[in-house]
């Protein structure tokens, strides 16, 4: 659960957002769209990156973001997907799922399956520099979905992933909440937004947070 308390950020003197509040519950698939600029990325930093907010709190699962221990109740990945390239794909999930300290054997049952389901058996002992942005993406979600956070967020997780990857992508989030993850993604596909998720949050041009549906 994420909970937003009048939220403000403004870059070099353009607001941003002006005291946002909004709240994100478990077991739930949030979708957050809006036009280019308007604010979606921003919105993902400054919820999982305290020191980019102006003023504000942030509460993730009951804990202030500003702690540390709130750092392991939530898995980001950014909108840029060129991270841990020098990291083979076995590598980075092994240092993820040690990071978040999941069991070592519920976690390689877990890994297997998802690899399969995501077709990244053959690339698993090939850096991560020469995948291709799609196979970036499904390694990037691997490893969100292997850290056993609760809360998972996403920009743009759809970017770059084939039409069967989409449907799978969507069936392993939609798995991923009904065991109780809150997950929170930036979409330009309204089309896909709506099918998929519970809630679509939309940022409109007053640069407010509403739910449209
Ligand atoms: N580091 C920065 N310094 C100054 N302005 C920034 C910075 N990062 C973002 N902005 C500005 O903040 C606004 C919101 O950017 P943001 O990337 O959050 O939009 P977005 O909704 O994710 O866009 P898109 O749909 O194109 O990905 C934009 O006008 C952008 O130019």
């Not at 877990?110 to 991560?128: P, V």
């Not at 969507?170 to 993850?181: F, K, S, T, Y």
Request: charge should be negative; charged fraction near 25%; glycine fraction near 6%.
């Amino acid at each position: 659960m994420i909970q937003i308390h009048e939220l403000s950020k403004s870059y070099g003197g353009r607001k941003i957002f002006d005291r946002v509040s909004c709240q994100m519950e478990n077991g739930r698939i949030y979708a957050l769209v809006g036009m280019n600029g308007i604010g979606k990325t921003t919105l993902l930093q400054v919820i999982t990156q305290p020191e980019c907010m102006d003023s504000g709190t942030v509460i993730i699962d009951h804990i202030e973001s500003r702690s540390f221990q709130s750092k392991y109740h939530f898995f980001y990945v950014p909108d840029s997907k060129e991270m841990f390239l020098n990291l083979t794909g076995r590598e980075y999930l092994r240092f993820i799922t040690r990071l978040y300290r999941q069991e070592p054997e519920k976690a390689e049952i877990m890994q297997k399956g998802l690899l399969e389901s995501f077709r990244l058996e053959e690339a698993i002992d090939t850096y991560i520099a020469n995948y291709s942005l799609g196979m970036k993406q499904k390694i990037y979600m691997a490893a969100a979905l292997l850290s056993g956070a609760e809360n998972l967020i996403l920009d743009e997780p759809f970017n770059g992933l084939d039409p069967e990857s989409v449907l799978t992508l969507n069936e392993i989030l939609a798995e991923r909440r009904d065991d109780g993850a809150m997950i929170l993604f930036s979409v330009h596909n309204l089309e896909l937004a709506l099918d998929f998720c519970d809630e679509v949050m939309r940022i409109d041009g007053e640069h407010n947070l509403s739910k449209i549906q």
